[in-house]
């Protein structure tokens, strides 16, 4: 998964040290649970000096722990704590909780909220229905917005120029071998959201799932995040399941947009 961008280095405020750090946490990513130290400083980048002093110190915080028969590093769990407080003070997870658990309740399919960063969207809510693979269900999965509903739908909610942009600057690699990646092929689903105000995607992160996703805008206009309703193609044609959930996942983002006029 695209990672966030890299910040610049050369500004005096920048802490090097913390930053190394932070390497070695996100070493984690895409991994399996534990990690040894010569894997650990090869996915950061860090010498493998640099990379047992920094993983020593994450430990002894508690932000890794360590298998004591192998001495591999897997993260700790003191890191759910920062998960856990940003979830619980982010105004819009407050606002919108009650309206999607009723949504959850009057469409029967997963009902999701994520959260827009440029080019990946974060899920912060999971409402998870009666069949579901175990990743899809996690709080804090990234998925890339070039071909998710409800990325789709957040990029129109932007300028043309700025969504392309963002496009752009994706690595559009396919989840699936029904993703759409081809730069123009994408701008016409946003130009399509745009127009319809929702977007849909068809096996494109996930093979047998379809997806409906709608924009909530922040104060300024722009996209804060998205409401996602989600099911199994095994059992849904994409017209019916559109033409049966759009008026609730419509009516769910208009009261959350609300919010904020």
Same mark, same amino acid.
């Given at each position: 998964?695209?990672?966030?961008?890299?910040?610049?280095?050369?500004?005096?405020?920048?802490?090097?040290?913390?930053?190394?750090?932070? *390497?070695?946490?996100?070493?984690?990513?895409?991994?399996?649970?534990?990690?040894?130290?010569?894997?650990?400083?090869?996915? !950061?980048?860090?010498?493998?000096?640099?990379?047992?002093? #920094?993983?020593?110190? #994450?430990?002894?915080?508690?932000?890794? @722990?360590? &298998?004591?028969?192998?001495?591999? =590093?897997?993260? %700790?769990?003191?890191?759910?704590?920062?998960?856990?407080?940003?979830?619980?003070?982010?105004?819009?997870?407050?606002?919108?909780?009650?309206?999607?658990?009723?949504?959850?309740?009057? &469409?029967?399919?997963?009902?999701?909220?994520?959260?827009?960063?440029?080019?990946?969207?974060?899920?912060?809510?999971?409402?998870?229905?009666?069949? *579901?693979?175990? =990743?899809?269900?996690?709080?804090?999965?990234?998925?890339?917005?070039?071909?998710?509903?409800? %990325?789709?739908?957040?990029?129109?909610?932007?300028?043309?120029?700025?969504?392309?942009?963002?496009?752009?600057? !994706?690595?559009?690699?396919?989840?699936?071998?029904?993703?759409?990646?081809?730069?123009?092929?994408? #701008? +016409?689903?946003?130009?399509?959201?745009?127009?319809?105000?929702?977007? #849909? /995607?068809?096996?494109? !992160?996930?093979?047998?799932?379809?997806?409906?996703?709608?924009?909530?805008?922040? *104060?300024?206009?722009?996209?804060?995040? /998205?409401?996602?309703?989600?099911?199994?193609?095994? @059992?849904? @044609?994409?017209?019916?399941?559109? +033409?049966?959930?759009?008026?609730?996942?419509?009516?769910?983002?208009?009261?959350?947009?609300?919010?904020?006029?």
């Amino acid at each position: 998964m695209q990672s966030p961008a890299t910040p610049p280095r050369d500004n005096p405020l920048f802490v090097n040290a913390l930053a190394k750090g932070m *390497e070695v946490l996100r070493a984690f990513t895409g991994a399996g649970r534990y990690l040894s130290l010569t894997e650990i400083a090869t996915r !950061s980048g860090l010498d493998k000096s640099t990379a047992q002093r #920094m993983s020593h110190t #994450m430990h002894q915080l508690g932000y890794l @722990e360590k &298998c004591a028969d192998t001495r591999r =590093y897997a993260l %700790g769990r003191q890191l759910l704590d920062f998960s856990f407080q940003y979830v619980r003070t982010n105004p819009l997870v407050e606002v919108a909780t009650p309206h999607l658990i009723e949504l959850r309740r009057e &469409c029967e399919e997963r009902v999701d909220l994520s959260l827009f960063d440029r080019t990946t969207l974060v899920y912060v809510i999971r409402l998870q229905s009666k069949r *579901e693979k175990f =990743y899809t269900t996690l709080v804090g999965r990234r998925m890339p917005v070039f071909c998710s509903a409800g %990325g789709r739908a957040m990029l129109a909610k932007l300028p043309e120029e700025e969504a392309l942009q963002i496009v752009l600057a !994706s690595t559009r690699t396919p989840l699936t071998p029904h993703s759409i990646t081809d730069v123009d092929a994408i #701008m +016409a689903k946003i130009a399509a959201a745009r127009k319809d105000g929702y977007a #849909m /995607a068809v096996q494109e !992160s996930i093979v047998g799932e379809l997806t409906l996703g709608a924009a909530v805008l922040d *104060e300024d206009g722009r996209p804060a995040g /998205a409401v996602h309703i989600a099911a199994s193609l095994h @059992e849904w @044609e994409p017209e019916k399941f559109a +033409a049966r959930m759009l008026p609730g996942l419509l009516k769910t983002v208009h009261v959350l947009n609300q919010r904020v006029q």
